[in-house]
């Protein structure tokens, strides 16, 4: 009886710490509102001058954002406020990397010529480092506030409702380098060049998305300059563009 009893008794302990244990693994899980995106995209110039040198599948862009959705009363229509992060990269061909080309002109008395300016041009890499470059690109990271208007077919059920955005967004660059990648003596060398290169500090433009649940496709486009007005290559202003897929959990 007494071992009867015992058995019992570790059960009921066993089953109430088990009720304890679902219990709060349930309850620890944070429900977060919102949503996250990830957009994964490939860039392009527009009105980029001759020698731009830019190759296409390297040149790219990955995008992370939160936004929070506020429904417009009871219509299917919401406004999506976010922060974020895209990472961009333009990659290089033919050895090319920018660089400052007021840097590769010198004079014996370290004067500048009245004629030269702060440009920052494609030149051959060749010219900075030991040798030509096998591997070039240039990155810019900018923090992102991103304002959209939504349209969803079922508000109710995000996950399965086609869905429509039109929005746009403000660009602030914090992090910019040029990164170039040789082989020398039988090494590969990376080396970077870290600095804003002429590029605008602040950025803004449009953007739509279109599809279904958490899959859409996406476009994007500057209406801001790329560099600093005369700063870019060839001294020439010049915007962009970029297309891809987004994915989003809510």
């Known amino acids: 009886m007494k071992k009867i009893l015992s058995t019992l008794l570790l059960a009921l302990v066993a089953t109430y710490s088990f009720g304890q244990y679902e219990t709060v693994k349930k309850t620890a899980r944070p429900s977060i509102p919102g949503s996250f995106i990830v957009d994964l995209g490939v860039n392009s110039a527009i009105g980029e001058p001759a020698k731009w040198n830019q190759g296409f599948w390297g040149s790219r862009t990955v995008n992370f954002y939160y936004q929070y959705s506020f429904r417009i009363a009871k219509s299917k229509f ?3 406020p976010g922060l974020g ?6 990659k290089f061909t033919d050895g090319a990397t920018l660089y400052d080309t007021l840097e590769l002109v010198s004079f014996p008395n370290g004067a500048v010529s009245p004629n030269q300016v702060e440009q920052y041009n494609l030149v051959s890499s060749g010219l900075i480092y030991p040798k030509n470059a096998n591997k070039s690109m240039l990155v810019a990271n900018y923090f992102e506030i991103p304002v959209e208007f939504r349209f969803d077919t079922n508000p109710e059920d995000l996950g399965r409702s086609f869905n429509v955005s039109l929005g746009g967004r403000v660009g602030f660059l914090y992090d910019a380098f040029t990164k170039v990648k040789y082989r020398d003596l039988g090494e590969d060398i990376k080396v970077k060049n870290k600095m804003n290169h002429g590029l605008s500090t602040i950025r ?5 998305r279109v599809g279904l649940g958490g899959f859409n496709l ?3 486009y500057n209406l801001s300059d790329m560099f600093e007005k005369e700063k870019g290559p060839s001294g020439k202003d010049f915007n962009s ?7 989003s959990g809510f």
Not at 204 to 208: A, E, I, P
Not at 241 to 247: K, N, Q, V
Request: glycine share 8%.
């Open 241 to 247: 563009f970029t297309t891809g897929i987004s994915i």
């Open 204 to 208: 803004y433009g449009v953007y739509s």
């Open 85 to 90: 992060l895209s990472l961009e990269r333009w």
């Open 218 to 220: 996406f476009f994007y």
């Open 78 to 80: 919401s406004f999506n």
